[in-house]
């Protein structure tokens, strides 16, 4: 089962002082708007969101569909295909993908000490 290029979702409480710890170990800005809370950071193939005020746990994300720079794969399995897999596999759910449609979607499922894994396919 591919799910996608992996990145950690850290739930921050300041995310300027998130960002320049994180900097220091060598990250480097990547993608989102510090003005709006959030921001992705690079080291090499490890990627780190950091997020102020959008959750309250930290989050495994999988992203099926890119490589570790966002670009899109020739070929992926959807999201809604992973999600029929772990579904047969007795797999529950905390949010699902909708099955009749295409494109971008999501689900969430929980592993046993209650973390979050967010399944978030953007294309």
Do not use: C
């Not at 480097?28 to 490890?46: C, E, M, P």
């Not at 295909?81 to 909708?98: H, I, N, V, Y």
């Amino acid at each position: 089962m591919q799910l996608g290029v992996f990145s950690i979702s850290l739930a921050v409480k300041d995310i300027k002082a998130s960002r320049d710890f994180y900097e220091k170990l060598g990250f480097q800005s990547f993608g989102g708007d510090i003005a709006h809370n959030w921001v992705i950071l690079k080291n090499g193939d490890h990627i780190i969101g950091l997020f102020q005020g959008m959750f309250d746990k930290n989050i495994l994300t999988f992203n099926p569909g890119w490589d570790s720079n966002a670009q899109n794969l020739p070929s992926f399995t959807d999201v809604r295909e992973l999600q029929k897999q772990l579904r047969e596999k007795g797999m529950t759910f905390q949010s699902q993908a909708d099955e009749s449609t295409t494109g971008p979607a999501s689900f969430v499922v929980v592993d046993p000490d209650g973390n979050p894994i967010l399944v978030d396919q953007h294309r």
